[in-house]
Each structure stands twice: as structure tokens, then as C-alpha cells.
């Protein structure tokens, strides 16, 4: 999709409705055919220089995977790439969720799809960066968004670090910390470089239903051993 102008482009946004605005730019969605166009911010400056080349954001679309949203046209103005397009997802970004409310059950079960999805990006040795923010939840599926940063490499082991990692920061940071901390495997696993999110997930759900003395679905049935103390390094939008 090429534009010609800035005003071209402002008159082409009247159809679109604004989504949100990351590290990047701002992303706007066309409801009715579910696309998401991604805007780079600065992009209609004089001055402007896209950071990014045509492969770097289109190269690995041709990877048919659940999981990882690639962007499936570029968006230019006058042949310069100022954005790109993306299937719309309907589902909410983990940060923006409360974690409490998440079915355990479920979770589980996109978990395990998604390690599918990191095995076929190992396999073509895609190495991820910048997941954390960028992870999205609906039923029983996670998605991942914003992968510009993807490039190829050896180092793929460093997927499965970063996505675990995560997934257990949005489960316990700022909640139970210090229920982590107090037992020794818990807390080996979750500071561990290598977690595997789905062991840790049912050790900790274990202990938790163990300590309130029935099985739990989801983390609000164990809210009377969040300690309000606890430190926060995973930012989130929403109100506890």
C-alpha cells in the first residue's frame, strides 16, 4: 500500500480506528477487514529514515505458525517504507491482564501450543527479541506481535528463555514473590535462565492448591497469600 503524502494518509485514517501506541509507532485497525496498519513514528518527517528493510519485516511471513503474527504487506509513501500491515488479533496483550483471572487450564494448553510454534522457529533458526510486552492471551491461545526485531540466528535457545520468562513475571511478579521465595524449588525455577514455563506453571499451581488446601483454576483462589510487599518489575495497565 504506497501513499503520497501525509495528507493522503490522514484521509485514508478516517476509516480506521486507533489501537494503541508502542515503542515504534502507532497502530490503527480497519474493524471490517481486520487488518492492523502499523505506523512508524517520524515517518512523514523530512528527515525520515526507516530503520528497517523489506526483509527484515516481511521475511518470515511465509512461516505458517498460530503464534507469531508476522506483518504481511509493507505500507510506504512515495516508495519509502514508513509502516506495514498485520492480521488483527482479538485477544489482550498479558500486561493489560490480570492474572488472577487467567484459567490455569488454559493457559496450559497455549502454552504448549506455543512451544509448537518455537520449535519451527528454531528449526529455522529465528532467534526473537522484545516478547514481553508483546504477548497476547484469548481462551486457549497466545500471540506474539511486534517481531520487526526477529532476525536470523544460532542462539535460539534464548526463545525459550525469554518466553518463559515472560509468561511467569505476568503469573507472579507483584503477586507472589515472597510465596515464591519461601520455597526453594519455586524459587530455583523461576530465577533460573533456563525455566521451563510449563514445569514451573504446575509446580507452582501444585503448591499454591497445597497451601489453600484444594485444587486451583485460577490464581484468585489463592489471593489470601499475595503479600502487597511484594517488589514489581513487570509493568502493568491494570488495577488490582
Known amino acids: 500500500m504506497n501513499f503520497t503524502s501525509e495528507k493522503e494518509f490522514n484521509e485514508f485514517k478516517k476509516i480506521l480506528t486507533f489501537l494503541a501506541a508502542g515503542s515504534q509507532g502507532e497502530c490503527f485497525l480497519d474493524d471490517k477487514k481486520k487488518i492492523v496498519y502499523k505506523l512508524f513514528f517520524d515517518c512523514f518527517d523530512e528527515d525520515y529514515s526507516c530503520y528497517y528493510?523489506?526483509?527484515?519485516?516481511?521475511?518470515?511471513?511465509?512461516?505458517?505458525?498460530?503464534?507469531?503474527?508476522?506483518?504481511?504487506?509493507?505500507?510506504?509513501?512515495?516508495s519509502k517504507i514508513i509502516g506495514?500491515?498485520?492480521?488483527?488479533?482479538k485477544a489482550q496483550n498479558l500486561y493489560k491482564t490480570n492474572p488472577l483471572t487467567i484459567n490455569l487450564d488454559n493457559l496450559e494448553l497455549a502454552?504448549?501450543?506455543?512451544?509448537?510454534?518455537?520449535?519451527?522457529?528454531?528449526k529455522n533458526n529465528i532467534v526473537i527479541f522484545d516478547i514481553m510486552y508483546n504477548l497476547l492471551f484469548s481462551k486457549t491461545n497466545l500471540y506474539a506481535i511486534d517481531n520487526t526485531e526477529y532476525c536470523k540466528g544460532e542462539e535460539t535457545i534464548e526463545n525459550y528463555r525469554a518466553f518463559?520468562?515472560?509468561?511467569?513475571y505476568f503469573l507472579v511478579d507483584g503477586y507472589f514473590n515472597n510465596f515464591i521465595k519461601q520455597d526453594k524449588i519455586l524459587n530455583e525455577m523461576f530465577y533460573s535462565l533456563d525455566i521451563n514455563i510449563l514445569e514451573f506453571l504446575k509446580?507452582?499451581?501444585?503448591k499454591l492448591s497445597a497451601n489453600i488446601g484444594s485444587e486451583i483454576t485460577k490464581l484468585q483462589e489463592a489471593k489470601k497469600l499475595i503479600k502487597k510487599t511484594c517488589p514489581e518489575h513487570y509493568i502493568r495497565e491494570i488495577k488490582k
Do not use: Q
Open 84 to 89: 506495514y500491515t498485520a492480521p488483527y488479533i
Open 111 to 122: 502454552i504448549k501450543k506455543a512451544y509448537v510454534d518455537l520449535k519451527l522457529l528454531e
Open 203 to 206: 509446580e507452582f499451581r501444585m
Open 53 to 78: 528493510d523489506k526483509d527484515e519485516i516481511l521475511g518470515f511471513n511465509h512461516l505458517k505458525n498460530k503464534t507469531f503474527i508476522w506483518p504481511t504487506n509493507l505500507i510506504t509513501c512515495n
Open 164 to 168: 518463559g520468562k515472560s509468561i511467569s
